[in-house]
């Protein structure tokens, strides 16, 4: 259960007297943070998936910066948000935005894999309250947000659910029958966002399962389909808008993304899904081209 507030562009009134502030800006500086974050959690931990957690950083940075609509009281927590990882195994990237936002302490969330952290391998409701529900198995944490999406619709609460999904999860067939019931119910509270980097555990999706033409699977489904670049902020927050003001339909945000981004030397290749070993060498490499300066890498990296 989430547990901080958050301003939301759905909501106008707020952001009318709020002052004015660079939000792009801000969202972007907590990619940069989800990123360098999580090259040294999973330095840490001596294992992770590095290279699908940087490719969501920039959605996930839109998404509890600026879209993710949460209260603080317990009164009107029912009528919050709910956000669900369905790809788990990226959850150091959800460990540090988490982190970044105040849901959870920055140094714990480098705790990753330990014995008896809190912070393992995937998601865990009941280590983490601010995590919505437990992930890992492939297709269910969608199939999670949708049964939260058709409870919200039944009890009348006015909020939405958001489910960020691998493109590699897409070839579970449990995703397909959810998308057939979201639609079905016409519940247009949910949003799904496919992390579309086109490479999954061993080789592109293309050699291992073809999920083109994706659009158009989604589309006859029925919902409602956006295809954006998934690390440019201005039309991640100008599309999740979009989806937010969709009637009838369920939408999905086809978000094109670059495995391991801002690491060059994990950019496009499947070797860094995980679980790998980061080395000091890499992990500092790592770092300096997502722009760490020498007292930060020693923050992060010195246990």
């Keep these: ?13 707020v952001a009318a007297a709020a002052p004015e502030i660079d939000l792009e800006a801000q969202i972007a500086e907590a990619a940069r943070f989800v990123r360098r974050h ?9 294992s992770g998936h590095p290279g699908g957690a ?6 996930l940075a839109c998404l509890f910066g600026a879209e993710l609509n949460v209260w603080p009281t317990a009164a009107n927590d029912r009528f919050r948000d709910r956000f669900v990882l369905s790809k788990g195994h990226a959850c150091p990237a959800l460990y540090a935005i988490g982190a970044y936002h105040g849901f959870c302490d920055k140094a714990d969330a480098l705790n990753l894999r330990k014995l008896g952290s809190p912070f393992q391998g995937h998601p865990h409701v009941r280590d983490l309250p601010w995590v919505e529900t437990s992930t890992g198995s492939l297709g ?36 397909w029958e959810a998308a057939m019931c979201a639609a079905h119910h016409k519940l247009d509270n949910l949003c799904a ?11 592109t999706n293309d050699a291992i399962m073809r999920l083109e033409p994706l659009a158009d699977k989604w589309r006859a489904f029925g919902w409602t389909v956006f295809e954006i670049d998934g690390h440019n902020i201005p039309e991640i927050l100008s599309t999740l808008h979009l989806a937010a003001s969709t009637h009838e339909r369920p939408s999905v945000l086809i978000a094109h993304t670059v495995k391991g981004k801002g690491v060059p030397y994990m950019e496009g290749s499947p070797a860094w899904h995980g679980s790998v ?27």
């Design 54 to 59: 940087l490719s969501c950083a920039d959605l």
């Design 1 to 13: 259960m989430m547990t901080a507030v958050k301003l939301s562009t759905r909501d106008s009134a």
């Design 140 to 175: 269910q944490g969608f199939s999670g947000a949708l049964g939260m999406a058709m409870g919200m619709k039944l009890q009348k609460i006015n909020a939405r659910a958001y489910a960020l999904l691998g493109d590699g999860e897409l070839q579970e067939g449990e995703v």
């Design 193 to 203: 966002i496919i992390d579309y980097n086109k490479l999954q555990s061993d080789a």
């Design 277 to 303: 070993k980061l080395t000091r060498e890499q992990s500092v490499d790592a770092l300096v081209a997502l722009g760490a300066d020498q007292h930060e890498i020693k923050e992060l990296l010195d246990v």
């Design 38 to 46: 999580t090259i040294a959690a999973i330095y840490r931990a001596t």
